[in-house]
């Protein structure tokens, strides 16, 4: 039995399937939509992806042809461990079910936060989480021409760019000094805020939202400390935490990120019960610490991990090493690993260096800037991480330092990793590599 | 003493200096042109790169100004190594000079084959190895309409797409079955021709050349076995061979590849005569055999460890895993590692997988076909290689297998790797996440 039908849960549905072919799997999902890619929901509404409907992986009736149950509008309420059984609310009926289980997984994903000031009935505010939350502010901007977008994160520089590509004013509100506060370090922050800015973004940095202002049940403004930003749609991007009500209640341990703790076979304190997903915690294998960090990719290789082991595999999740990238107008933003500013909350001896470079050579058509920051410790050698800003697809080459911080690799090794050179595609050393020579001078 | 200025040397020259300020250091290159990026000229000659000048990364005074010897014109003719004294031809003067040196690098480089068709005074028929080459193509395009490239390795592809972009009618030529022999399986050759036979390449393989046509001294065609091509410009780009005549007379050991041996501080047999670059053989960390391999990183590299020996230090050089990347007009192709056909000459139990994905989320706008080949060996689980084809930068992610094939990781590494997922980048999976998965389910 699985309370989740996207990311995770249905990964773990397909996978349970494959390990057991005989296995009976059954997934309760609150809403009404499966198996989609939420990542996907800002380029939805920015025009880059035709509609709601191309972010479904797989529909409904796929997962049943594939022998997976599938119950929408169930929200499973309540789990009594000892009975191994859970308590459903059926939408449609009104009724509520008991359903027995041998083995549950709890894929509840993330809930975005509404702080205070969000507690509103005006319409044209909006969170963004799921598909219903991208129809609905799809609805929002037929006439809208003001937005105001609360929080930088990802999500909030996404919905940025989409309000932009759909010719909206945009202000981006942030409460922190910089935008992409916990992806990047300082720098790195301001070469995103500069993109945002000379994309028509007004970004307001160190600016806390007092209150919304309305007329007739619709937003009008913003009201920050430092004047109203007036706004026909605001959309509220400030995080995201972790839904742990039904695993609390159930008596399984959360981990000190507030998400669900479990083992490398997903497998939660409470026995038979195995959580993954975006509402679970994973092990760092840079710092070897547990962490919260809600992607997809690890959403679904949690998912996979948990489907193997429900269904009598045994598999185990490696761990994750922090990366992460996301698109700002022209650019891309990438990282993996740790920071400088992480490093130095966790008391390492780390040290970075910059590198600005092109994504091509220098000589050949159309080469555009790229900023390479790379970190590692001193002492040991250790390859910390890395963060990139550049032109498009050129910071992807983040999955180099990825991977090698996988193997827990040492700056040296990737200053000797024979990486590909042609001129259109990099340099005669690549970027990575030239970064990589200057950190291990400083080592 | 550094023989050859162009990558290897010159490197190997900047690094000396570094090393040792005090170091003496002179390059006799028997050329006009040092440090020069040779892998541009099919890019001059095709348009996405100004003018040759822009090829050169540090001119003669630039060099000087750091207190290296520049002597352009000056061919090494011979060494006498107990004497430890070179015969230098200056070509200005016509004299020969007897110079002494402390250490000695051989940066050579390697020379293009001249088939004996090609043995001709007829003009019209190029090589392409050094700007010179370069500008001799650029003088004979003027008023060209037809042009034969022989040879469909790298240097042959991208000369075909640089003379279609000039405007030229183009048959490729090439003795085997398929174009990127060595560089690929025949099923991503096969990738390779599509795109240059849909940009209007006459690809033509299996076809050998007999002679060359000509008249009034100037080349009219190419006769084959198949027929008579005609042509205004002719490039002959079979391959290349390192230039060891100076190592050979000198007594200096070449390797089986018949490139100069060396060991990891790029000391050749003969005491005190290094050599690196292109004409030098280095260790393949798959295979751990010796290969030769002449591509600009590697040169680069071996020059930087010669020059930091030279002037003292102690610096070994980590070895290759064969990577290689090319264009082909809209589409990249790169490979590290070994080919499937690679691992089965050398008597492997290999195995290889494909997955054709696409580059970023096959909803998000704009995604193109990627395909990769993902190559192990059965039984220790062991990444051995990687082949890719697709739309421009994606194939540069062969940078993630080249580092781990660095590290000798598994199939399971890569598989495990935290790459970064974002729809403009990727799919949740990442192509070569999901090739991984599948290869690992046949090891």
Redo the contacts between chains.
């Keep these: 039995m699985i309370v989740g039908g996207v990311?995770a849960g249905m990964t773990a549905a397909s996978r349970a399937r494959r390990q057991d072919p005989d296995a009976q799997v059954v997934v309760f999902e609150r809403g009404e939509w499966i198996s989609y890619?939420a990542?996907?929901l800002p380029?939805v509404l920015g025009?880059?992806?035709?509609d709601f409907d191309?972010?479904v992986a797989r529909t409904p009736a796929q997962m049943r042809a594939r022998g997976v149950g599938i119950r929408l509008g169930h929200e499973v309420t309540g789990i009594d461990a000892t009975a191994a059984t859970v308590t459903v609310h059926e939408r449609a009926s009104g009724r509520t079910l008991t359903e027995p289980y041998d083995r549950l997984l709890l894929a509840t994903g993330v809930a975005a936060l509404r702080p205070d000031w969000a507690q509103s009935d005006l319409s044209g505010v909006h969170l963004l989480r799921e598909i219903p939350d991208g129809q609905a502010i799809e609805a929002t901007l037929k006439g809208a021409r003001r937005a105001c977008v609360v929080g930088a994160g990802?999500i909030g520089i996404e919905m940025a760019e989409a309000l932009r590509a759909r010719g909206l004013s945009v202000v981006l509100m942030e409460k922190a000094p910089e935008v992409a506060g916990r992806m990047l370090d300082p720098d790195y922050q301001r070469l995103v805020r500069a993109e945002l800015e000379r994309r028509g973004v007004d970004v307001r940095c160190n600016t806390d939202v007092v209150r919304l202002t309305g007329r007739d049940g619709r937003v009008t403004g913003v009201q920050t400390e430092h004047g109203l930003v007036r706004a026909d749609v605001v959309i509220v991007a400030v995080g995201v935490r972790p839904r742990t009500e039904l695993a609390g209640g159930a008596g399984v341990r959360l981990g000190k990120s507030g998400a669900v703790a479990v083992n490398a076979r997903q497998e939660t304190s409470v026995p038979g019960i195995f959580s993954a997903g975006d509402n679970t915690e994973c092990i760092h294998?840079v710092t070897r610490r547990k962490v919260h960090i809600p992607?997809?990719?690890?959403a679904?290789r949690m998912g996979r991990i948990a489907g193997v082991n429900m269904a009598g595999g045994d598999a185990r999740f490696?761990?994750?090493?922090?990366?992460?990238?996301?698109?700002v107008f022209e650019l891309?933003a990438?990282r993996?690993g740790l920071t400088q500013t992480d490093a130095d909350s966790l008391g390492l001896d780390a040290v970075s260096v910059d590198v600005k470079s092109t994504?091509h050579?220098g000589?050949?058509?159309g080469a555009q800037p790229i900023h390479v920051r790379l970190t590692g410790e001193r002492g040991s050698g250790r390859l910390l991480g890395a963060q990139l800003v550049g032109c498009?697809?050129?910071?992807?080459?983040?999955?180099?330092v990825?991977?090698?911080?996988?193997?827990r690799?040492s700056v040296l090794?990737?200053f000797?990793?024979?990486?590909?050179?042609?001129?259109?595609?990099?340099g005669?050393?690549?970027v990575?590599l030239v970064a990589a020579d200057r950190l291990s001078r400083e080592l």
């Design positions: 990311a890619g990542c996907g380029y025009g880059a992806v035709k191309a972010l990802y294998r992607l997809a990719l690890s679904n490696p761990g994750v090493v922090g990366t992460g990238i996301f698109k891309g990438a993996t994504d050579a000589y050949y058509r498009g697809d050129s910071v992807k080459r983040v999955d180099v990825a991977a090698l911080l996988h193997r690799a090794d990737l000797e990793a024979d990486l590909a050179y042609a001129p259109p595609f990099s005669v050393w690549d990575l």
